[in-house]
């Protein structure tokens, strides 16, 4: 079975190893011990413990439906947006990814979209190429 230290965990999520520790120390995330009394987290129960927060993190908030086919959301803060006469790019961080956005000038205006707004990366996408980490 395949198990994640702490550290790497917390690499993965985005996290710092003492955010990791405490939801171990708090039973929200199990992990065991390895020979050398390092923790290790279970490959399996962190994608669990991922998803269930993804789900948790993108529901509506009481009395506001949200009503989408796009299932990919990550909250972030815009860094950069580029504007030229007709089109935008936006840049967003959210967590250690990076998005990019290009919309209509028209469009970032109306969100009012500056660094420093938090805002919503939504993904659709009907190609998406998946890779494994060398």
Known sequence: MTTFRISEAAALLGVSADTVRRWVDGGRLPASRDEHGRRLVPAAELAVFVRDAARRESAAEPGEPRFSSARNRMRGIVTDVRRDGVMAQVEIQAGPFRVISLMSREAADE???????????????????VELPE
Do not use: I, M, Q
Not at 111 to 129: M, Y
């Open 111 to 129: 969100l009012g979209l500056e660094p420093g707004v938090v805002a919503d990366a939504v993904v659709k996408s009907t190609n998406v190429v």
